[in-house]
């Protein structure tokens, strides 16, 4: 009996599973970019600061988010343990840590926006008051956008997990949303540093 042929892996097949896959890739390169983005703001934040002629000034107004913040820094922890569900298979374990994800996302979504509206109402600070006024609203609600964005994505994967359609073969899209998330988090700590702590 003749011996069954054995699969020999090309050279360029063997090349292919070397490569990062493009999801990876594609999600690296954005975090990138959008740190120089990022970064842009930065410095024109603490270029400016305290070259506003005119009050409110930062010391006046600000006062540190620190439960927004705790929320924010909390969910990097909760969507790394579903992910970790959703690898193991446990559907029901992953749609419970993707759900608190997204609260304590939206939770600091509203916080900023009721920040923003004691600032704005109560404060008088608007992106037109002072070069303060301009470069803070740029740059928190630069960060804001972000989060808005990736609250978005969460919510259509929760969508989608209610809906019957999530199961362990989407682990490597979840995981690369999670990294975008991530990014999110980091860019906050640096923009509370700046804001609130160097900034006043």
Partial sequence: MAAAPTAIATPSAQW?????????V???ALILTESAFFSI???????YLGKS?????????????ILNTICLLSSSITIVFAVRALRAGSIR???????VTFALGLEFLIGTAMEWRRLIYHEGLTIRTNLFGTTYYS???????HVTV???LILLVLILTMCGYMNDRHVERTDVL????????????????????IGR
């Fill in 139 to 145: 740059l928190v609600g630069l960060h804001a956008m």
């Fill in 53 to 65: 002629l005119t009050g409110p000034f930062p010391k006046d107004v600000l006062s540190p988010p």
């Fill in 41 to 47: 703001f930065l410095v024109a934040y603490i270029f």
């Fill in 26 to 28: 594609g999600i690296l």
């Fill in 150 to 152: 990736g609250l978005l």
């Fill in 16 to 24: 292919r599973e070397t490569l990062p896959r493009r999801g990876r």
């Fill in 178 to 197: 999670s990294w975008y998330w991530h990014f999110v988090d980091a860019v906050w700590i640096v923009v509370f540093i700046t804001v609130y702590v």
């Fill in 93 to 99: 374990n992953f749609a419970l840590w993707w759900f």
